[in-house]
């Protein structure tokens, strides 16, 4: 009996905080890009990296709709780089789309992919998910790849690391693949 109390509480105590369960391993390959997202606007053609393809009844495609942008649709050709300087060479590109969904906050699912041909990286790294807005930090799934990253699989972390209003934000995207072939 007193073994079986032992047993329970090292279970207790070592049970993973803060709802996240630690990894049984170490990630094969650990990343780190910038995605830099520029939305039409109506005025910005020359800039814009993405733009709305749909909107809700009430909503149009050159501002986003209220509240909470819900129901827009934006496909995106954005730039991918090493650091944070949107003028920075980039290493590749995040070609997809996301669709806002929530009435009641600031929420969106991705679906999108990494493209790299570079002297680096060369094929795709696909992400899909849920990206609750509001949150510091974001959890996506990475559900495959190409060329080096053949049949990856992992998380990205995303945390949005600047904006500007409703037209420029960037995105910090660390990746861990726990499959890499």
């Known amino acids: 009996m007193a073994i079986f109390f032992c047993l329970l509480i090292t279970a207790a105590t070592s049970a993973p905080r803060g709802g996240r369960k630690p990894h049984p391993r170490p990630p094969c390959q650990q990343l780190v890009f910038y995605f830099h997202d520029i939305l039409y606007n109506g005025h910005n053609y020359e800039n814009a990296t993405s733009a709305i393809i749909g909107s809700p009844q009430w909503g149009n495609k050159t501002t986003v709709a209220t509240p909470y942008n819900f129901g827009d649709l934006?496909?995106?050709?954005n730039h991918i780089t090493l650091d944070n300087n949107l003028h920075s060479p980039p290493v590749g590109r995040a070609q997809g789309m996301y669709l806002y969904d929530q009435k009641s906050t600031y929420g969106a699912w991705l679906s999108f992919s990494f493209l790299f041909n570079s002297t680096d990286y060369v094929g795709t790294l696909n992400f899909v998910g849920a990206d609750p807005l509001m949150n510091k930090t974001r959890d996506i799934s990475v559900v495959g790849g190409t060329g080096d990253f053949f049949m990856a699989r992992g998380v990205a972390t995303l945390s949005t690391d600047?904006?500007?209003?409703?037209v420029y934000?960037?995105?910090?995207v660390e990746i861990n693949l726990y499959e890499c072939w």
């Not at 934006?74 to 050709?77: K, L, M, S, T």
């Not at 600047?162 to 409703?166: L, R, T």
């Not at 934000?169 to 910090?172: C, I, K, P, S, Y």
């Open 74 to 77: 934006v496909a995106f050709d």
């Open 162 to 166: 600047s904006f500007e209003g409703d």
């Open 169 to 172: 934000f960037r995105l910090r």
